[in-house]
């Protein structure tokens, strides 16, 4: 059963910086694309970022190209996702996904979910 944590939210100021992790509780092929969503209040979810664990792509959607960063390690099953300049806009509930192909994600389809991490920026 794969299972996936979040942590690293937090309430910070507007241009602060926050790095979240998601840990799986195992790895395999069914888990070889993950990533990143995130919900603000009244909102609908919306991808944030992606990569794959076998090919190493990664993606950052465009608006957050730039302030967002998305990596990983292998030795820990954890991927991260780096946020600079944050924004009062970036305030939301950061979920990890994961999904057999990491074009899944992109579609926002995943196999499994976290529970999520709230993340506060105020102005």
């Known amino acids: 059963q794969v299972q996936l944590v979040e942590s690293g939210g937090g309430l910070l100021q507007a241009g602060g910086s926050l790095r979240l992790s998601c840990a799986a509780s195992?790895?395999?092929?069914?888990?070889?694309?993950m990533g990143w969503f995130r919900q603000a209040p009244g909102k609908e979810r919306e991808f944030v970022a992606v990569l794959s664990w076998s090919s190493g792509y990664t993606y950052v959607v465009h608006s957050m190209k730039g302030r967002f960063t998305i990596s990983r390690d292998n030795a820990k099953n954890t991927i991260y996702l780096q946020m600079n300049s944050l924004k009062p806009e970036d305030t939301a509930v950061y979920y990890c996904a994961a999904a057999q192909v990491y074009s899944d994600l992109l579609r926002g389809r995943g196999d499994y979910w976290g529970k999520g991490t709230l993340v506060t920026v105020s102005s």
């Open positions: 195992i790895r395999t092929s069914s888990t070889n694309g």
